[in-house]
């Protein structure tokens, strides 16, 4: 079946640092990608998308490409903040829609 | 616009008490989603409905949990019987469409004691 997988936590930079969280996904067909981020003590929140291969997400200085040749969506940011601690899930729906599929989540800590 | 709601915010109950949570999606999306959230399992998929029917309720853990959504709109999730493993956070989602983004709601902690 249909599974994501992200490298494991936690994570901890400094602030100004580089990130990249790794995400890796099995798929039938052609699914959309997503990260989601889930700030300490509030919901869900989409972070960004990417329909198709070679699409570009991009939000709040955050961006992950849809790699169709390494089945990979990995989140990368070039200078974090204090405020992007959180837990980040990378994600899929299949072309069939219905249920996100999601992986098990990274801890992002940032420190001053 | 208003975000998905859910209610209530916070349940605690006694094993073997039946509970309802109730979702309000996102005004014009037409397929809602529970998940469930917990330390042990991550982020689970229940059940979604598009419209009033739900084409894939295969996440439901037992038949103790079932689903409903009317005028496809308001969806209540109900447990019955509930037992402690049930405790985690319950959370909806909307979309325009089953192959679009979903948006969440901001949960419903259940404690079971």
């Known amino acids: 079946g249909d599974s994501v997988t992200q490298m494991e936590g936690p994570v901890t930079l400094s602030e100004e640092a580089f990130l990249t969280i790794n995400c890796t996904y099995t798929a039938t067909g052609y699914p959309s990608l997503f990260w989601y981020v889930q700030y300490p003590g509030e919901g869900l929140q989409l972070l960004l998308k990417a329909t198709k291969a070679d699409d570009k997400g991009s939000n709040k200085g955050f961006e992950a490409t849809y790699r169709k040749e390494t089945t990979s969506f990995h989140l990368e940011k070039g200078s974090v903040q204090v405020s992007d601690s959180a837990v980040y899930f990378c994600?899929?729906?299949?072309?069939?829609?219905?249920?996100?599929?999601f992986g098990q989540g990274t801890e992002l800590s940032v420190k001053p | 616009g208003a975000g998905v709601s859910q209610s209530p915010s916070n349940k605690v109950t006694e094993k073997g008490k039946d509970v309802e949570l109730r979702c309000d999606p996102i005004s014009g999306h037409t397929a809602l989603y529970w998940y469930r959230q917990s330390l042990g399992q991550g982020l689970e998929f229940l059940i979604y409905?598009?419209?009033?029917?739900?084409?894939?309720k295969s996440g439901l853990p037992s038949d103790r949990f079932s689903a409903e959504r009317t005028g496809g709109s308001v969806s209540t999730l109900t447990i019955q019987r509930t037992q402690q493993e049930d405790s985690a956070v319950y959370l909806c989602?909307?979309?325009?469409?089953?192959?679009?983004?979903?948006?969440f709601g901001p949960g419903t902690r259940l404690t079971v004691t």
């Open positions: 994600a899929l729906i299949n072309r069939q829609g219905g249920k996100l599929i």
């Open positions: 409905f598009q419209g009033n029917s739900a084409p894939d």
């Open positions: 989602a909307s979309s325009i469409g089953v192959e679009h983004e979903q948006y």
